[in-house]
């Protein structure tokens, strides 16, 4: 485990206040771990702007009777091969389908990628959820 480093930080009392309302509705143990989060937070979001890897899920749901839906999907994700590393299809119901796209790249491709898929017409839903890839 890494060392741990102590510091002292001033804050206004309302910000405090917020912050700690925030740590209880969140579930966090302490304040030293939701900093963690948030300073976590912002450097993943520097590594996306600056083009860093990241891995992550896309998450869609689709009508899968939408003609050509299918092989338009499917046209996209072998375009993206190198940025995909495994799908998971579910059926939801016998028109809607959820797919799991788990993904690891540069930010910028990984993003791409979702923004294509989710233009698509028939795709009533999709979220991207990035992390770091290490």
Known sequence: ???????GVSLEKTLIDAFDRHI????????????RDLIREELLKKQWREGGQ???AI????????????????DIQHDFQETIIST???HLDHHHCLEIV???????????LA???????GVKHLSLSISTAG
């Open 1 to 7: 485990m890494s060392e741990l480093y102590r510091f």
């Open 24 to 35: 209880s509705e969140q579930h966090y143990k302490s304040r030293s771990e939701a900093l």
């Open 54 to 56: 990241v891995a992550g």
């Open 59 to 74: 998450v869609m749901t689709y009508d899968h009777h939408k003609r050509e839906l299918l092989n338009q999907l499917l």
């Open 88 to 90: 998971q299809h579910v």
């Open 102 to 112: 788990a993904v690891r790249g540069t930010a910028d491709q990984v993003e791409k």
């Open 115 to 121: 923004t294509q898929l989710k233009v698509q017409a």
